[in-house]
């Protein structure tokens, strides 16, 4: 990992890694072995074993004894809060390899890996409040003979799966806030970026989560991952990924044990600009919100909703933003939009640039593969006359592809935008509060922005409406997810009886 002038260098052999199960690595031994290329280079990086079924099931029942013997869920808040704490300084002392594995599994650019990892360890730091915050409720207004209370319990051993385009952010955005609420966990990674999740495992234990508590299984989704959706001894299950696979959750749930589901699936985000919104601001904002970590975000802002008068001037802004944007090797610090992660994803994003000029769509900008030596990369590309039925309006591309969709009046800009079946995020560009607020209230979305887009933080909950998913992450929201609720009535003094 040495540091040539701004630019990392790659390592000289692969890190193998082990699986993480009850408090150490369990070595690849005779398992298959998967061996990792960084998608900015394609060399080899990490080498990560490819679990069995029996793996697994040692990891669930590992994970039910730490739950059922209290050995974290009995401890007081103060307790759990201390363990989250000392992660969160673990994580900022470790930030530069994080940053650097998740940068060379997943092609970010280093510099946003870096930022990412820095707000992983605020959610650690601002959980550790929540663990001794949590409580229930009591009612004092059921007469003088009962006293009611609801109390919150942990839900037991939470299955984690997740994507490759946010390996450490969106566990982090999960496991401190499952740790504070008392639960065990096993984590399945994307069988591409699988490095970071088991760092911070280790982290935990160094932290002092007793082991049991913290566990992570390595492998491909149609093995391990069915496997663990289907596991009658996982109480809940916390997937993020693609609304097909979240299908196939719900489906595993009621054929099995109808574990408690969170699911945070896919988005067609619309970013909503006003003709009086401060335009270069917006412009920026829009670039961003589609550049940002190559538009692999599921709240990628990737439908342009602009007023007619300003259209064509704001597709030239943002044209000329995207032509200052630094695309390139992601290890080199002044790298803004890095590598498509995989191979697969890298031709489904040319498919639909393809698909969208195939279609009658006018490319404006952009629309490339990239040459940059052995790496995947794709130019930000902007779609003008594009129709609401078109696909690269309505289906999630996951890459740097965006399309502008003119209105007349706000109704018009409400109906484009919540023309999707999804709802995960949306952001309003305008600096009259009155559209401003008539948008926030009318555009069904989990997350929004107003004159800004993709902010967020340990605090504000994430989640979507229709499809893009059931259930709240982070915030106090986050912690209550994976707690369920007991009502206790309490006689006081002496029954009435019901035989006289
Ligand atoms: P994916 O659905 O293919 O995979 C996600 C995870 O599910 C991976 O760990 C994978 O191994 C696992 N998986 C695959 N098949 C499985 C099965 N049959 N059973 C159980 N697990 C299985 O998604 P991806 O390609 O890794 O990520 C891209 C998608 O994720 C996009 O649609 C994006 O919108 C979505 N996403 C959503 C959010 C959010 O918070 N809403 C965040 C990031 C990504």
Not at 133 to 155: I, K, Y
Not at 215 to 230: D, F, H, K, P, Y
Not at 249 to 268: D, I, P, Y
Not at 470 to 498: C, L, N
Request: proline share 5%; aromatic share 8%.
């Amino acid at each position: 990992m040495d540091k040539t002038s701004t630019r990392l260098s790659l390592p000289v052999s692969p890190r193998e890694f082990g699986f993480y199960v009850n408090g150490a690595f369990v070595p690849a031994g005779p398992r298959e072995v998967f061996s990792r290329n960084s998608p900015g280079h394609d060399v080899p990086v990490t080498l990560i074993p490819k679990c069995t079924a029996d793996d697994l099931d040692m990891a669930v029942s590992v994970a039910r004894t730490a739950f059922d013997d209290r050995r974290w869920s009995g401890l007081n808040g103060q307790a759990r809060a201390a363990v989250l704490l000392r992660a969160g300084a673990l994580i900022r002392e470790r930030a530069e390899e994080i940053a650097y594995f998740e940068t060379l599994e997943n092609g970010k650019p280093i510099s946003q890996a870096r930022a990412e990892v820095g707000g992983c360890a605020d959610m650690f730091e601002y959980a550790s409040g929540l663990a001794r915050s949590l409580h229930g409720d009591s009612f004092n207004n059921l007469g003088d003979g009962m006293f009611g209370l609801v109390t919150r319990e942990p839900v037991g051993v939470v299955g984690i799966i997740t994507p490759w385009n946010f390996p450490f952010l969106i566990l982090c955005e999960r496991v401190p806030y499952i740790l504070a609420s008392g639960c065990t966990i096993v984590a399945k990674p994307s069988e591409v970026t699988s490095a970071t999740t088991l760092i911070l495992a280790e982290i935990l234990t160094e932290a002092g989560l007793p082991d049991g508590c913290m566990n992570v299984v390595t492998g491909s989704g149609s093995t391990i991952g069915q496997a663990l959706i289907e596991h009658p001894d996982v109480d809940m299950l916390s997937f993020t990924g693609s609304t097909a696979v979240g299908r196939r959750v719900v489906e595993a749930a009621g054929r099995t044990n109808f574990k408690k589901l969170g699911l945070e699936l896919g988005g067609k985000n619309p970013q909503i600009v006003f003709a009086d919104a401060d335009l270069e601001d917006a412009a920026d904002g829009v670039a961003f919100g589609i550049g940002f970590n190559t538009g692999q975000c599921c709240v990628s802002g990737s439908r342009l909703i602009v007023e007619r008068s300003v259209a064509d001037a704001f597709a030239q802004m943002v044209r000329a933003k995207f032509a200052r944007v630094v695309v390139g090797d992601p290890l080199d610090e002044a790298t803004q939009i890095g590598a498509i992660t995989t191979d697969a994803q890298n031709r489904t994003i040319l498919s639909y640039i393809e698909k969208g000029q195939a279609e009658g769509a006018r490319l404006i900008c952009g629309g490339e593969q990239m040459d940059f030596g052995r790496g995947q990369f794709i130019s930000p590309t902007l779609f003008g006359d594009v129709t609401r039925d078109m696909a690269i309006a309505r289906e999630e591309i996951f890459g740097p592809v965006l399309t502008i969709m003119p209105f007349d009046t706000i109704e018009e800009a409400i109906a484009i935008a919540n023309d999707t079946e999804y709802g995960l995020a949306a952001s309003v560009w305008t600096k009259n509060i009155d559209k401003a607020l008539m948008v926030t209230r009318r555009v069904q979305a989990g997350r929004f922005w107003v004159n800004t887009t993709l902010a967020g933080g340990p605090e504000l909950p994430l989640g979507g409406f229709k499809q893009s998913g059931w259930g709240r992450e982070a915030g106090i929201y986050g912690v209550e997810e994976y707690t369920q609720v007991k009502s206790v009535h309490i006689e006081i003094g002496k029954r009435s009886p019901w035989i006289g």
